[in-house]
């Protein structure tokens, strides 16, 4: 809320310093103790050299259609002579005139400019006549009596020429714009703002007086109201003035109000805001004579009713959930949002009746929420306002009404109903205190905090028994008058320390040290982190799922259609980061991302959320600028493998196998096998199938996902030494000419069931397909590395086992050896 | 000539032919050494040596042979190593030109922040929730929002704009709720709870520089006898000077958060804090919300705040690291720009 300094000073006995320098300490200290502060700031901005001057001549330019000389008086005994366009300018109005030598803030920059003489079209002009538009008022906050022309002051304005129309305006009101928490509500009040300055700054706060004066005539004979149901609005009073003459505010309520960031607008519905601004409390005021009749009903809307509302917008509302207050006829407002446009006040307007009231907060926010209407009143009364000046506030509009309207204020409020808040008090203990605060304040040090906060209390042997105000209906525990106490006491002058007590480990579950692990071997692989969307789109989330039937986490109300679904596989979010690079001219690309994947239950039921674990790889495997050669080969399919079989090796999958499949739609039917832990699917590697790598320009991709969930439940976590042989090794090479179409894990399967327990090393070196063999037949060659534990093998023993092997595949799977 | 005299010569001779630049050495060791070279010939005439002398003449000759023998090692030695320095001389290199590189991985800027967060934490005995059951990315709103007391039409909630799968169920707003579901199975006879929880959260926002509909938060909360705002002062201020540096300082300032009373914003100077610094002098930036967690949601934990009190705190390891090194578009976490991902590849620092 935008809280003018000088107007707070009236509460607070003129203590606040609003020099600049003393201005910004007290923002830090608001800030340090009470709410955020979005500015500190003034209307004048910086701006100055602006007075007050009365337009004496004006005459035609000579050489000008559209402007005018005018000589004003500012004061002096010299005439100072202007051009101006002005529309509106004739002799004997008070103007405001920048003089030459003025800073003003140029409108499109915002920058400060210093005027100077110029001459317009032969005609030299001392200074500039402004509206107040051109000297930093916001167009929200200008009158819109001026809106095309310069500013005019009123004869009741009572300014003179020569007179500083920085000061007279109220342009250089120091203005806090604090930033208010939800719990805030008493701040949304220059009375209870006054009150929290007053806590910091050690002051009491002078509440307003006024002095009530009634008619004869009865409210209740012109108006009635009756109330559906009290928790609609457990207080609602409505007052009747008769014979007003609506016209513009004086100067010193415009100034209060633009100040406040409010357009002034007419005398009533200006008296209306600044009850809203000094107490907190919405008022509304209606035209008694717009009304069809005058009994009103505070009720819920009806099926199909509609109201026009003040900001000219038709409101579908909404039955059984808006409040209204209405005739027997029609709904006259949205209770506690916006009046209605049917009996809005204007300048004929003659008798009003004014309302004060309080209404359920949680509807009102619901009706704000609902027509995306939040004004001043709904924002008060959902965070909720001060019962206790529900009724005064009505008074005090009554009050003003008579002296700035000259309006007859009938007799007595008219009630629709007004229940009492029952007051609460709250023991707080130095005990308590100190032991959530960790300080080691007295009670007498708490009771002077109580003093500064003006809460009411009354002190017993270790505590203090607190009544809470009404203007705080953020107090309601312990807890709060805790903070109240520590925020003033400064949260700076807390101790610094660390929460002693019996020692707690902190150490990793063996799940997080796996994941853990995960991560580090697969950057140790040569792989970047990624992190990518967990929302995408339907066919996204599966593209590449372990289950392409499982169910879909769909959001309610997505904000995008790119983002409507939570991912069922990882891989696809790495495709889209693979694609994003080579866009972007990276071509080298190997990314991992270890995360969540989601299956959707029963409705109301929490999905299944697991971890997976996904890696990608195209363009080339290393890359070098000058040995391409040598290094600069494309990724394939072995080199993803590759990862994935050291990975598993690592984290302690043993028994890997890996089986061709063609299963998996968008993966390439030839280059895809799944992956199993004996019997236990871990996920699958391959290449991405290149329908979808071409239709995105891209090169081949390989990739793999694996279920994190079933890779750890599937890892050997203890590691067995073996003792190292310190006997020679012996080798025998095998050449196979076989079959093309026998994998190598049946041949490399077949050897180690045959070979002997003397055999500690299979490794195939080399592949051969080509011409120079015979159709349809490949050639592997393994070498195969035998070793004792117990003692030098002999060569005999070597030969023997080799044979049984040679043998086997001969016999099993009809190789040649070569 | 005598014997004496010649192998004299011979050894005259033969220094100076083993000195003559280009000479074959392995021929000239032939030619001197041999079993037909000249120095076996001459030495053929001891023969005829009268016998007093012999062992004169032979000493003479001993000394001719192992003087020639030593040269021609010494030659043999001299070229062997003049050839090496040839061959290496051969084989020079140009050791400015690039080396082949080796891919490393990097963890994501934003897992290091987090990776921070965690060993400062562990450090200080804390235990990390980031599993799938008691870190759900996808909530109740019991456990989102009520639990933490903010019931259906509480104010509070337009703060979080929310991703709802159905009216009960939504893609977390915050880690907060990694809390209750800790604090219902923590056994206080093993002491008090001191628990993190990373993981990511989401809002219904729409993506550009400063917003994302993704992110990430790490809880924090301990619950125990006694514990204080102090502690979380002090909690607060190790964290912070863990992440940006030990002369950092933190202030904290009043808030509202609804599961929390008091409630405090911190903020962490941006400049380093000297002691002879002026307040005015200390830019403080705005990183996280903290504060003594509300009765209310000790309560609806089964907690009983009489007797246990607790404090939370919520860090934003996105912003931390568009603070540290002056990111200033939340959604590059989030595209996987090689680029931008192995620029942070610092270890150990």
Known sequence: MKTSLTWLNEYLNNTINLEPAAVADLAEQVERTSVEINESTTIAKGQDGLIVAQVMQVQPHPDSDHMVIAQVNVGTSDLVQVVTGAPNIAEGQLVILATVGAHIIKHDTGELVTLEKV???????????????????????????????????????????????????????????????????????????????????????????????????????????????????????????????????????????WNAGMRPINNIVDITNYMMLMYGQPIHAFDLDKLTHHELHIRRAKKDEQLVTLDEQTRQLRSGEDIVIATVDEPLMLAGVMGGKSSEVDRQTKHIVLESAVFNPSLVRATARRHNLHSEASSRFERGVNWDNTLTALDHAAQLSDELAGGQVARGQVVASNIQRSTKTIA???????????????????????????????????????????????????????????????????????????????????????????????????????????????????????????????????????????????????????????????????????????????????????????GILTGNYANSTWQALKTDRPVDFYDIKGIVSDYLNQIGVNHVTYVATDRHVNMHPGQTADIYAGEVYLGFVGQIHPLITKAQKLSSVFGFELNLFAVMSNSELDVHYHKVSRFPQMSRDAALLVDADIKHATIESLIAQVSGDKLVNIKLFDVYKGDKLPSGKKSLAYTLTYQDNDGTLLEAEVNADFEKVTTALINELHVEIR | MSLVEDLTALKATAIERINTVGVDIESLRVSLLGRKGELTNLLKGMKNVPAQERKTVGEIGNDVRQTITNLLAEKKAAEEVAKLNQQLASETIDVTLPGSSHAVGQPHVLQQIIDEIEQHFLGLGFKIIDDTVDSPEVETDEYNFERENLPKDHPARDMQDTFYITPEILMRTQTSPVQSRSLEKHDFSKGPLKMIAPGKVYRRDTDDATHSHQFHQVEGMVVGENITMADLKGTLLSIMQALFGEKHQIRMRPSYFPFTEPSVEVDVSWNEVTPDMKPEDIEWIEVLGAGMTHPNVLRMDGIDPEKYSAFAFGLGPDRFAMLKYGVDDIRQFYLNDIRFLSQFNRKGN
């Open chain 1, 428 to 614: 707080l203990s130095t005990q308590r205190v100190n032991q959530i605060l960790g300080t080691a304040l007295t009670l007498s040090d708490i009771t002077a905090i109580l003093d500064q906060l003006s809460f009411d209390y009354q002190t017993h042997d270790d505590y203090a028994e607190v009544i809470l105000p009404a203007r705080r209906p953020d107090m309601g525990i312990t807890a709060d008058l805790i903070e109240e106490i520590a925020r003033l006491y400064g949260y700076d002058n807390l101790p610094v320390t660390l929460p002693y007590g019996p020692t707690t480990p902190g150490q990793l579950t063996q799940q997080q040290r796996q994941i853990r692990a995960s991560r580090r071997i697969m950057e140790s692989l040569g792989l970047n982190q990624a992190i990518s969307y967990v929302l995408t789109t339907p066919e996204k989330a599966q593209q590449f799922a372990e289950n392409t039937t499982a169910k879909l986490l769909t959001l309610d109300y997505p904000m995008s259609s790119d983002r409507t679904t939570a991912r069922q596989n990882l891989l696809a979010g790495l495709l889209e980061d693979v694609a994003y690079n080579v866009n972007h001219f990276v071509r080298d690309i190997a990314l991992y991302e270890q995360g969540r994947v989601f299956i959707a239950n029963e409705k109301n039921e929490l999905p299944t959320e697991m971890e997976h674990i996904a």
């Open chain 1, 119 to 257: 001459t317009l079209r032969g005609q030299d002009s001392y200074g500039m006549l402004v509206a107040l538009q051109e000297i930093g008022f916001d167009n929200k906050i200008a009158p819109k009596n001026f809106e095309d022309g310069i500013h005019i002051f009123s004869e009741q304005d009572h300014v003179k020429p020569g007179d500083d129309a920085l000061v007279v305006l109220g342009m250089n009101e120091p203005v806090l714009d604090t930033d208010l928490t939800p719990n805030r509500a008493d701040m949304l009040s220059m009375i209870g703002t006054a009150y929290e300055f007053g806590a910091m700054l050690k002051q009491k706060v002078t509440v307003p007086d006024f002095d009530l004066v009634e008619y004869e005539s009865l409210a209740s004979e012109q108006v009635t109201v009756t109330l559906d149901d009290d928790s609609l609005a457990p207080k609602y009073a409505l007052r009747v003035i008769n014979n007003v003459t609506v016209t513009d505010s004086p100067l010193w309520l415009q100034k209060r109000l």
